[in-house]
């Protein structure tokens, strides 16, 4: 039986591993503009923020609901019915949509919108 010594200091499997390369997406630019982007990320955080808020206050109603008190800890453990996640999900979908939904349109629309101004010059 070979010991660790006769056997060599590379006897293990080989590895392909290297150090980590950081990129530099801190610096990119997405929307041709650093400004726009950091208004986005702070308009997205700052919706995250708010729906989170919105569905512990949710949470916080059906509780007192169904129990006439509460507290904290009941808060932090609740676990939503598969009902109430679906009714969950479907006032979270429509928050993003009415949020968020204005990103979606695409040029074309706002032409149109503006064609239906009075004020706007054709």
């Not at 070979?2 to 293990?12: M, R």
């Not at 509460?70 to 676990?79: D, W």
């Not at 979270?92 to 706007?120: C, M, Q, T, W």
């Amino acid at each position: 039986m070979a010991d660790a010594k006769s056997a060599g200091a590379n006897s293990g499997p080989k590895t392909y591993t290297t150090d980590f390369i950081k990129a530099d997406t801190d610096r990119a630019v997405f929307l041709g503009n650093a400004l726009l982007d950091d208004m986005m990320t702070a308009l997205i955080a700052l919706g995250s923020e708010t729906w989170a808020v919105r569905r512990r206050a949710k949470i916080t109603e059906m509780l007192f609901e169904k129990n006439g008190k509460i507290s904290r800890e009941m808060v932090e453990q609740y676990m939503p019915t598969p009902e109430e996640e679906r009714q969950l999900t479907t006032e979270r979908d429509d928050f993003i949509r009415n949020i968020y939904g204005h990103f979606a349109r695409n040029g074309e629309d706002v032409v149109a919108l503006n064609s239906l101004d009075p004020k706007s010059k054709k």
